[in-house]
């Protein structure tokens, strides 16, 4: 009989250790796969605001270059972000807020206070005003219209 519980208890602790390590496994790789999904997906996000925002900040250098807009001429690039449905922008120099604007029409109540300025870095452009190169975050909504 005490052979018999001598086995039992073996058995009991070889599978209680397979399954810690069987558990550490699986929840390590859910971990490591997570972080990957979530990796790609803000990833993917970044490149999607830069792909679909980029084609308005080319016009808009442009635009900038053909009526020799500087910084100050506020309601020049108004006009012209108006003309473009701009939902957002952004004009800053060295990371201080020259001058930017929200349509609160365009952009759905919880994305206003996630266009602030403070969040907006990474996905500023330069562009070339007459009197200096400033960065320049241009939100069009586009976000909005893929929900």
Same mark, same amino acid.
């Given at each position: 009989? %005490?052979?018999?519980?001598?086995?039992?208890?073996?058995?009991?602790?070889? #599978?209680?250790?397979?399954?810690?390590?069987?558990?550490?496994?699986?929840?390590?790789?859910? &971990? &490591?796969?997570?972080?990957?999904?979530?990796?790609?997906?803000?990833?993917?996000?970044?490149?999607?605001?830069?792909?679909?925002?980029?084609?308005?900040?080319?016009?808009?250098?442009?635009?900038?270059?053909?009526?020799?807009?500087? #910084?100050?001429?506020?309601? +020049?690039?108004?006009?012209?972000?108006?003309?473009?449905?701009?939902?957002? &922008?952004?004009?800053?120099?060295?990371?201080?807020?020259?001058?930017?604007?929200?349509?609160?029409?365009?952009?759905?109540?919880?994305?206003?206070?996630?266009?602030? &300025? %403070?969040?907006?870095?990474?996905?500023?452009?330069?562009? +070339?005003?007459?009197?200096?190169?400033?960065?320049?975050?241009?939100? #069009?909504?586009?976000?909005?219209?893929?929900?």
């Amino acid at each position: 009989m %005490r052979d018999d519980l001598k086995r039992v208890k073996q058995k009991l602790s070889l #599978t209680f250790a397979i399954a810690i390590i069987g558990t550490c496994i699986v929840f390590g790789l859910l &971990y &490591y796969l997570g972080i990957d999904l979530l990796s790609y997906y803000i990833e993917a996000g970044s490149f999607m605001i830069y792909y679909n925002e980029k084609p308005y900040i080319d016009e808009f250098q442009q635009y900038v270059s053909d009526n020799d807009i500087s #910084t100050t001429d506020v309601e +020049q690039y108004d006009e012209w972000m108006a003309e473009h449905d701009v939902a957002f &922008y952004s004009v800053q120099e060295m990371g201080k807020v020259i001058y930017n604007k929200s349509n609160v029409d365009k952009l759905i109540s919880p994305a206003k206070n996630m266009y602030d &300025y %403070r969040f907006t870095g990474s996905y500023e452009l330069p562009v +070339q005003f007459s009197d200096i190169e400033a960065e320049v975050f241009i939100y #069009t909504g586009f976000y909005i219209n893929l929900i």
